[in-house]
Nanobody
Framework: QVQLVESGGGLVQAGGSLRLSCAASGRIFSTYAVGWFRQAPGKEREFVGAITWSGGSSYYADSVKGRFTISRDNAKNMVYLQMFSLKPEDTAVYYC????????????????WGQGTQVTVSS
């Protein structure tokens, strides 16, 4: 089992930056990838980006590519989502998730989820 605890959400102005953190514990060795998802009011949960735990390969949704960066610190069992040039449309609840099976973009493929953290970007 893997437990995920998120932190770092908050209110920022458009154009600002924010870093979200996801602390992992448990059977982390079984994790293939850690992903970030977001869900805005009235919208479906969407993929933001993900990183493989072992190799550190990352993949991003087109909507955030070039603005968001995912990194991980294996020694600390931490995954980060660094967000720059934030836009009001980035406002959502952000979730981190872990999966044991290969794959990155499908929410249904993730086994464990954090509690979510609110990111609000004001214009």
């Amino acid at each position: 089992q893997v437990q995920l605890v998120e932190s770092g959400g908050g209110l920022v102005q458009a154009g600002g930056s924010l870093r979200l953190s996801c602390a992992a514990s448990g059977r982390i060795f079984s994790t293939y990838a850690v992903g970030w998802f977001r869900q805005a009011p009235g919208k479906e949960r969407e993929f933001v980006g993900a990183i493989t735990w072992s190799g550190g390969s990352s993949y991003y949704a087109d909507s955030v590519k070039g603005r968001f960066t995912i990194s991980r610190d294996n020694a600390k069992n931490m995954v980060y989502l660094q967000m720059f040039s934030l836009k009001p449309e980035d406002t959502a609840v952000y979730y981190c998730a872990a999966r044991t099976a290969p794959g990155m973009t499908s929410a249904k493929g993730y086994d464990y989820w954090g509690q979510g953290t609110q990111v609000t970007v004001s214009s």
